[in-house]
T-cell receptor, first 114, second 109 residues
Framework: DSGVTQTPKHLITATGQRVTLRCSPR?????VYWYQQSLDQGLQFLIQ???????AKGNILERFSAQQFPDLHSELNLSSLELGDSALYFC?????????????FGPGTRLLVL | GENVEQHPSTLSVQEGDSAVIKCTYS??????FPWYKQELGKRPQLIID?????GEKKDQRIAVTLNKTAKHFSLHITETQPEDSAVYFC????????FGTGTRLTIIP
């Protein structure tokens, strides 16, 4: 157990809908990262937040947005969902903001868009 | 970093033999190279990492080598065991991490 929690574990929804994925980092960690892992694909970095502020951005679609709250938990919002958004979404946390910090991954949220 | 190529995509080795996975990258500014292991249905976990100021790092049966001139780095697992079966991801970092597409390693008992 890495100490990073994600809810829900599974999510099934329809095209065009909007969902929110939630992540709680390890106690004391200030950075949260979001990744998308599609079937047989690697991990695609979406976005990083550090202490409430956006720190780095990857290949995140405009339909996706995220934020980090004062209690340091983070939410990833996915809207106007398409079939291709079906994937495993991981969040990870690290103690500081640097990309060289060890990232601890949560168990993931498996999203299925029908 | 923008592009990381990882080879092979699948690898089967006999238990006790060594396994080698290679990654190449394109961004010469990259200076951090972690390796993650992801068992079936589980989260990725960091197993070893290397920074650009060293050429090799070992941790028991696992080692990573880095050639900054050629822009490639490799994961070496010796004396493989069945529990080494997993998908392994390399990554390279400069401001953010870019992951390779993974290698599915199967250890044959």
């Amino acid at each position: 157990d890495s100490g990073v929690t994600q809810t829900p574990k599974h999510l099934i929804t329809a095209t065009g809908q909007r969902v929110t994925l939630r992540c709680s980092p390890r106690s004391g960690d200030l950075s949260v990262y979001w990744y998308q892992q599609s079937l047989d694909q690697g991990l695609q970095f979406l976005i990083q937040y550090y202490n409430g502020e956006e720190r780095a951005k990857g290949n995140i679609l405009e339909r996706f947005s995220a934020q980090q709250f004062p209690d340091l938990h983070s939410e990833l919002n996915l809207s106007s969902l398409e079939l291709g958004d079906s994937a495993l979404y991981f969040c990870a946390s690290s103690s500081l903001s640097g990309y060289q910090e060890t990232q601890y991954f949560g168990p993931g949220t498996r999203l299925l868009v029908l | 970093g923008e592009n990381v190529e990882q080879h092979p995509s699948t690898l089967s080795v006999q238990e006790g033999d060594s396994a080698v996975i290679k990654c190449t990258y394109s961004d010469s500014a990259s200076n951090y190279f972690p390796w993650y292991k992801q068992e079936l249905g589980k989260r990725p976990q960091l197993i070893i990492d290397i920074r650009s100021n060293v050429g090799e790092k070992k941790d028991q049966r696992i080692a990573v080598t880095l050639n900054k001139t050629a822009k490639h780095f490799s994961l070496h697992i010796t004396e493989t065991q069945p529990e080494d079966s997993a998908v392994y991801f390399c990554a390279e970092g400069y401001e953010k991490l870019t992951f390779g597409t993974g290698t599915r390693l199967t250890i044959i008992p």
